[in-house]
């Protein structure tokens, strides 16, 4: 089934991000949380791709492992990060071959320890020149990243919005979002893709966040606002059960929103857990198209 397809629809196509685990108990565990996201029937798996290549034999593991277990299709995650041409083409090779059907084509962030990404030598610069190598030479569906609250280093919102238009002219089949916390910022990015005549379905990333320390953490991390009536709600309490709770509700009430205005889709960070978005996707129309 291609990539756009999941889109074509009315349904909302749900879809869930992993990592790959480090340990055989953290790859047990999900393995477990994989099988219980299965019941609301997502349209596909992805799983990311390690900065300088540091998981890149991983991230096709998990996806074998996954495939196996649901039968869904999946995405890897791909950067450019410290790879040549030639590095980039090999693991698109064996993702071929080990029957991955998307891949999440990015950039990738600067190498720890630095502060601008640089190319290596016959490698490649930006996310759009990965899209048009997959577009030429594989028949993968292609997603790409797009940040409602502008991507970091960009100088200012048009200037992201013509880079992400690239990618999309490159070839894209769809826009998957950095997560937000407010779905304001999701509605004015989406009119400002329409805006440059960007066409392609942009899938709203959401984090359930379980805990204040970590939401901050990733928070800052992508550049990302908490909205202050949700962090107020978070630091009024020290017990994990009452955080895990104000964070499910606060992505409920997001995907409810969102569903609401009829978004394509919805891809969850689950960071390998599922106990966060089972609860908040408990009884939604996940599934059935209408
Ligand atoms: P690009 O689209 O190349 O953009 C990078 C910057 O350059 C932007 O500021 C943009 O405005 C500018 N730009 C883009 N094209 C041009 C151009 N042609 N000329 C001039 N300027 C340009 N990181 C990982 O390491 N592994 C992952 O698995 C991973 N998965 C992700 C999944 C999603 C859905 C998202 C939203 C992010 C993910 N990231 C991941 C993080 C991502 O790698 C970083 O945000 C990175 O800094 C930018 O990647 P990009 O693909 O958006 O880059």
Do not use: W
């Amino acid at each position: 089934m291609s990539l756009a397809s999941h889109f074509a629809t009315s349904r909302c196509a749900i879809s869930f991000e992993l990592f790959p685990p480090k340990t055989e108990v953290g790859l047990k565990a999900l393995c477990d949380n994989v099988t219980r996201l299965k019941q609301f029937q997502p349209a596909f798996f992805t799983c990311t791709y390690g900065a300088g290549g540091s998981t890149q034999g991983a991230t096709l593991d998990v996806l074998q492992k996954v495939r196996e277990l649901t039968g869904l299709p999946v995405a890897s995650h791909l950067t450019c990060v410290n790879s040549t041409v030639g590095e980039l083409e090999a693991y698109l090779n064996q993702a071929k071959e080990r029957g991955t059907d998307y891949i999440v084509a990015l950039r990738g962030d600067p190498p720890q320890g630095t502060t601008e990404f640089q190319a290596v030598e016959g490698g490649l610069r930006y996310a759009n020149e990965l899209v048009e190598l997959i577009r030429k030479q594989f028949d993968f569906g292609i997603a790409v990243a797009g940040y409602p609250e502008v991507h970091q280093e960009a100088p200012d919102a048009q200037t992201d919005l013509d880079n992400l238009k690239r990618k999309v002219d490159s070839g894209a089949d769809i826009i998957i979002t950095q997560l937000f916390y407010d779905n304001a910022d999701y509605y004015r990015f989406r009119d400002n893709c329409e805006s440059v005549g960007i066409t392609i379905p942009i899938v709203p990333g959401l984090l359930p966040v379980t805990n204040f320390k970590q939401a901050t953490r990733i928070a800052s991390m992508c550049k990302a606002a908490i909205p202050s009536e949700l962090a107020s709600a978070m630091t009024a309490t020290d017990d994990p059960a009452d955080q895990f709770q104000i964070g499910v509700e606060h992505a409920r009430a997001q995907t409810l929103d969102l569903m609401a205005q009829q978004v394509p889709g919805i891809h969850y960070y689950v960071l390998n857990k599922s106990d966060a978005a089972a609860a908040l996707l408990d009884g939604m129309q996940t599934a059935q198209p209408a």
